[in-house]
């Protein structure tokens, strides 16, 4: 889910952030990992599409909004409607090195 406009973000377990803490935090990860309807799911923590988390942080509040990247795969998967994975995306399938035949 993307958060388009800055929303409020509870602070987990009762924490306090300290007055003297400001700023903005900015962190990317992987935000899809599978979808939804064609049991499509990529193999690699890595492999993910791409997500960009902000957190500001202002008087010992914090506020949080998060998008998807527009890269090409990206584009590519919402146009199949995110039921498929764009083609040459992903590591692949997982090898099961056990098996010695």
């Not at 602070?11 to 992987?30: C, F, K, M, Q």
């Not at 090409?72 to 409607?81: G, N, P, S, T, V």
Request: hydrophobic letters at 30%.
């Amino acid at each position: 889910e993307e958060i388009t406009k800055w929303k409020p973000c509870p602070i987990a377990d009762g924490g306090n952030i300290p007055s003297y803490v400001e700023g903005t935090l900015i962190r990317n990860g992987g935000g899809i990992w599978t979808a939804p309807n064609n049991n499509d799911e990529f193999s690699h923590i890595f492999d993910g599409f791409a997500k960009i988390h902000s957190y500001k942080i202002h008087n010992s509040q914090v506020e949080c909004q998060s998008r998807f990247l527009q890269g090409a795969w990206y584009k590519a998967f919402l146009e199949k409607d995110k039921q498929a994975f764009p083609t040459g995306i992903g590591t692949g399938p997982v090898l099961d090195s056990t098996n010695k035949e």
